[in-house]
């Protein structure tokens, strides 16, 4: 597959960078991280407003930008680049994703405007207490009422759990086990019996929480069962966005060791001139180059539905994972002391790299899941 960007999609890109730039500089990523919600709202509505990219892949007919995982991989290249904190993720990448998967064309035309617009942020809760990423490990049950369904249990890990106003939640019906009998429920988040709380993570920059549901009524999205083939959509198309937020932190991370390295003097020279310095620089730019050129061939694979888009979404997420950490790692190395010191901003980005490691599934579980997802004609 050739692959390149066009002239629009550059100037798309250049936009972003320049909001970007503007609203999330390190210094208000620290101010934000340390708030409850994790976001300024005037940014988010700015996103809507000024951008259009908090629809940008709900289809236009929903007043949205109807663009698709390549152009949704510029954007959130760039944010990761910039650390971004806002709900971006979980509303506008995962919860369109699944209404678009699991609602019903008269469900859709009623919730996909609200996301295009930045309002009713909705998130999804799939994972429960073992973290498992996997569609058909859902375990909560849907107890079907008269007047429609009924959620008791958990979910955990649920990401900007506190923030959002909508509730997407994976459940199964009574009796039913593996790929069977699961769908996606709608849940308003201040609806009596639901209760949230906040989780202590290593990432402050990524809020998670626990949500608890306590005979809460619930709205059932689209055809019965149809709950296992939405998740596995929703989380393809998740999957391969977080490989290109990833690949932009390793960017960041990129940037700022060589940034540093020009500066930092040791032994009167300037540790750039250094050969180790020189190849631990040039090897990360291989391998940055690499995560990037993997997320954006799953982009493209999956908006051209390839037979390899699940596989490729897979390699995508474990190579830009992988590489991430490599690159907050050396980064702070390169810093030397002063790396490892709250002031300096390398730990954000590290942080975030760790984050995003175990998020949507470890690069050990993409792994295998690449070699279960490949043609096999491509195997043999």
């Known amino acids: 597959m050739a692959f390149s960007f066009t002239d629009e999609q550059q100037a798309f890109r250049e936009v972003v960078q320049r909001f970007l730039a503007d609203k999330s500089p390190p210094t208000e990523v620290r101010r934000l991280m340390a708030t409850e919600s994790g976001y300024d709202e005037g940014v988010w509505l700015a996103m809507a407003d000024e951008l259009g990219i908090t629809g940008l892949t709900v289809p236009e007919a929903f007043g949205g930008q109807g663009f698709g995982p390549v152009e949704l991989g510029i954007v959130v290249e760039e944010m990761g680049r910039a650390l971004l904190c806002a709900p971006f993720f979980s509303a506008s990448v995962m919860a369109a994703s699944a209404i678009r998967h699991a609602a019903s064309a008269g ?3 009623r919730l996909l405007p609200d996301v295009a617009a930045g309002i009713n942020r909705a998130t999804v809760a799939a994972q429960e207490a073992d973290g498992h990423w996997d569609p058909a490990a859902v375990a909560m049950v849907a107890e079907r009422t ?3 369904f009924r959620l008791n249990g958990s979910k955990h890990f649920v990401l900007d759990g506190m923030s959002a106003t909508r509730l997407l939640v994976a459940a199964r019906a009574a009796g039913s086990a593996g790929a069977d009998g699961i769908n996606l429920f709608l849940v308003d988040a201040d609806s009596d019996g639901v209760k949230r709380r906040v989780l202590n993570v290593i990432d402050p920059t990524r809020k998670l929480a626990a949500v608890e549901f306590h005979d809460v009524a619930a709205e059932r999205l689209g055809d019965e ?3 296992y083939s939405a998740l596995r959509a929703m989380l393809t198309d998740a999957t391969v966005a ?5 690949a932009g932190g390793a960017q960041a991370m990129l940037d700022m060791a060589v940034d540093y390295t020009q500066m930092r003097v040791q032994f009167g020279r300037l540790i750039a001139s250094f050969q180790a310095i020189k190849h631990q620089c040039a090897e990360l730019l ?3 180059e690499l995560a990037k050129s993997s997320a954006y061939y799953a982009a493209e694979a999956l908006a051209e539905g390839h037979e390899d ?3 490729s979404a897979s390699l995508a997420k474990a190579s830009a994972s992988d ?3 490599r690159a907050a790692k050396t980064c702070i190395q390169l810093h030397g002391g002063i790396g490892f010191t709250w002031e300096q901003d390398t730990h954000l980005w590290y ?3 760790k984050s995003s490691e175990v998020f949507l599934g470890t690069p050990d579980y993409h792994r295998e899941l690449m070699l279960q997802a490949w043609p096999e004609e491509e195997v043999a």
Request: no cysteine; glycine share 12%.
């Open 146 to 148: 008269a007047d429609g």
């Open 351 to 353: 942080k975030r790299a």
């Open 286 to 288: 291989l391998e940055v």
């Open 107 to 109: 469900q859709q035309e």
């Open 242 to 246: 977080l490989a290109n937020e990833s």
């Open 309 to 311: 888009a699940l596989a």
């Open 323 to 325: 590489t991430f950490m």
């Open 225 to 227: 069962g149809n709950g």
